[in-house]
């Protein structure tokens, strides 16, 4: 049985995309989200997820997808775990591929699969993780795109936007802004439904159905967000953990890796390697 072991990395060639390689066994994804999307190449085993309301069984060969902002989990499927090759799109980065092929204003990308069976999909994922390996950055950019367009044309459709009408529904709306605002020091529930007009239960229920988590795991979710894009600026883990609203560095550290697969120390110095300029080659001249 394989040790497991995690990856993150980050190219230059594609600022809006972030990679993982990894193998686990006993680590397990709580629920949580992505503000990207997640093309995950499987390698090995079998990684098993909710989403959707079911459970998804993705295996050696086939490439799970994710939609941004939909509560996923990830866990083992058989006892040897699995390994896959992520990748992490940011949604402006498909929707600068998506302007090259679709009508503008076709409206953002949606997975149609959850677990899609397409050798030439899972190629693409390790083309361009290979790429990002050996710093060739045409080669990068060039597999990505590919990637996307296939994506677009087989596994996706435009989604449908999402209509905001009811009490309810603006209330929670009101709720996830004052919660973004006040990251370090968020309000009570009751505080929180106070301050849009709402009573505690029926705002509970009201954002968990709107957003498949309850509110503190929601906010959980956004700190760990601003975590990631403080943590890229190469601000140390621990001033990270204050600035985000988590207690300490063991929250922030049990928070990220539930949702990232990598502790925030790994992310930080990953992020920090491959984005930095590459180095003149023997020689060269500088402008």
């Known amino acids: 049985m394989s040790a497991e072991h995690a990856t993150f990395s ?3 060639a594609l600022p809006q995309v972030e990679l993982l390689d990894a193998h686990y066994v006993d680590h397990a994804f709580g629920r949580h989200t992505h503000d ?28 799970a997808l994710v939609n941004p902002e939909v ?94 009408g009811s009490a309810g529904a603006l209330a929670v709306v009101r709720a996830r802004e004052l919660l973004r605002a006040r990251l370090v020091d968020p309000p009570g529930l009751e505080e929180l439904a106070a301050a849009v007009g709402a009573r505690p239960f029926p705002l509970l229920r009201a954002f968990r159905d709107a957003h498949g988590l309850p509110p503190h795991a929601w906010l959980n979710q956004q700190r760990v967000a601003a975590a990631r894009s403080l943590l890229r600026r190469g601000v140390p883990p621990a001033e990270v953990a204050v600035a985000v609203g988590f207690v300490d560095q063991a929250h922030l550290s049990r928070h ?31 402008a």
Do not use: N
């Open 10 to 12: 980050v190219h230059r």
């Open 36 to 63: 990207t999307y997640v093309v995950a190449a499987i390698t090995a085993g079998v990684e098993e997820f909710h989403y959707g309301g079911g459970i998804e069984r993705a295996g050696a060969g086939t490439v």
């Open 71 to 164: 509560v996923v989990t990830g866990h083992a499927g058989v006892p040897e775990g699995w390994g896959y090759r992520v990748l992490y799109p940011a949604v402006e980065s498909v929707l600068d591929v998506a302007a090259d092929l679709r009508p503008v204003g076709a409206g953002t990308p949606a997975f149609t699969t959850a677990v899609a069976h397409d050798d030439e999909l899972a190629r693409l994922v390790h083309a361009v993780h290979g790429a990002v390996g050996r710093d060739d950055a045409l080669a990068a950019s060039t597999a990505f795109r590919l990637l996307v367009a296939r994506l677009l044309r087989t596994h996706a459709a435009p989604r449908t936007a999402q209509r905001v």
């Open 256 to 286: 990220f890796r539930r949702s990232v697969g990598v502790p925030p120390g790994a992310y930080r110095r990953a992020v920090q390697e491959r984005t930095r300029p590459p180095r003149p080659a023997p020689g060269t001249v500088g």
